[in-house]
């Protein structure tokens, strides 16, 4: 096989999310009972080397709508099993860092996330991500539980695929 088609081989655990592979970007919103109400732009990443891995590897940043400052950035590894089960790992620029697990359905287009663990996090003790696909759009929910609060909605974004 010459290097050229190797480079666009996808593993066969990553073929199923092969939908999510390039750049998506679009605008979300967030909320907590403990802060103010914000929007954001944001741009996630998803690529999958020809490693022979079935890794996809994520990268996330939003920054301010008005002042195009920079807000948050996140990086990780999604790792699909045939079975339908998913492990990721996230490392936030907070110095917060998710082990989640979850589920996902090829034919829906649709990832369910739960966190096993949230590391180096003074407050935050469980969160839980959705991936949807909504009339071709990328869109998710993140929920959020505290050591004052239950599990509730934190973040909601919808993006749209660049490349």
């Avoid at 891995?53 to 002042?67: D, F, G, H, M, R």
């Avoid at 110095?95 to 589920?103: R, S």
């Avoid at 966190?115 to 991936?131: G, T």
Wanted: with cysteine; net charge neutral.
């Amino acid at each position: 096989m010459d290097e050229e088609k190797e480079n666009c081989t996808i593993h066969p655990a990553v073929a199923p999310l092969s939908y999510l592979l390039g750049r998506w970007r679009g605008e979300g919103e967030g909320g907590y009972p403990t802060i103010n109400s914000f929007r954001y732009g944001e741009e996630l990443h998803f690529s999958h080397s020809a490693s022979g891995k079935p890794v996809i590897a994520y990268s996330q940043k939003t920054w301010n709508l008005n002042s195009g400052e920079p807000m948050h950035s996140e990086t990780g590894y999604w790792r699909p099993k045939p079975d339908g089960s998913i492990e990721v790992v996230i490392a936030q620029s907070t110095g917060l860092a998710e082990v989640l697990k979850g589920t996902y359905n090829a034919e829906d287009k649709v990832i369910k996330l739960q966190s096993q663990v949230v590391a180096n996090a003074s407050k935050v003790r469980e969160i839980s991500r959705v991936f949807e696909m909504v009339n071709g759009e990328l869109c998710y929910r993140v929920q959020m539980a505290t050591n004052v609060t239950s599990l509730q909605p934190h973040l909601k974004a919808v993006l749209k695929k660049l490349s």
